[in-house]
């Protein structure tokens, strides 16, 4: 079935150093892979998110990689400040065959320390 | 901010009741996707509706029943419930699924079974 593995489930790192997480994806009618950021209570909020047809894409300090050989992709968050922790969630979607229903990955809690 | 409502914010409720949960999508979006955060199941997909029709399922209880109203809001109705039913409820809204891949969440639901 259909299923979205997430690694690592906590990652603490010093302010201005890197945070990486890798997702891994089963469905390979998967086209879409967004990543969302929730804060405690908060709503899951977009914050980036890569299509099918592309290999990498790049936000300021986010970035997003897909390799669909693998059916892996990756989220890198360069120069972390305290105020991106929080935790972040993959999710991968077959918008044709499936509506775009969003399947998540266990979600990642990023601490980022002064 | 979202864009989309969902109403009421909190709920508290016994065992063995029914309640609705109210979910206003973003202006011009036809799509409402619901999902279900728990400690213990993560983020996972309910249903979801594309301009009143029924689009997708996910592992959605029988107890448990949505529909979308010719306004496009939805509703999600939960019955006789259980303890494990307390969860985070959120839905979502994107434009049209197949043009538009992007989902917006709302600020969810927080239902409380006792």
């Known amino acids: 079935g259909e299923n979205v593995e997430q690694h690592p489930s906590t990652l603490s790192v010093q302010e201005g150093d890197s945070a990486v997480i890798k997702c891994t994806y089963s469905d390979s009618a998967s086209n879409y892979f967004p990543w969302y950021k929730q804060e405690l209570g908060k709503r899951p909020q977009l914050i980036i998110d890569?299509?099918?047809?592309?290999g990498e894409k790049k936000d300021q300090r986010i970035a997003v990689t897909l390799n669909k050989t693998a059916k892996h992709f990756s989220l890198h968050i360069t120069e972390t400040q305290p105020e991106d922790s929080a935790v972040y969630f993959c999710a991968a979607s077959s918008i044709y065959n499936q509506g775009g229903k969003l399947i998540f990955g266990q979600g990642t809690e990023l601490s980022v320390k002064p | 901010d979202s864009g989309v409502t969902q109403t009421p914010k909190h709920l508290i409720t016994a065992t063995g009741q029914r309640v609705t949960l109210r979910c206003s999508p973003r202006?011009?979006?036809?799509?409402v996707y619901w999902y279900q955060q728990s400690l213990d199941q993560g983020l996972q997909f309910l249903i979801q509706y594309y301009n009143g029709e029924e689009r997708a399922k996910g592992n959605i209880l029988e107890r448990f029943s949505a529909q979308q109203f010719p306004d496009l809001h939805s509703e999600l109705n939960l019955s006789s419930l259980e303890l494990g039913d307390s969860a985070l409820y959120f839905c979502a809204s994107s434009v049209v699924p197949s043009t538009t891949y992007e989902q917006y969440f709302g600020p969810g639901t927080r239902l409380t079974v006792t």
């Open positions: 890569i299509r099918s047809n592309v």
């Open positions: 202006s011009g979006d036809l799509s």
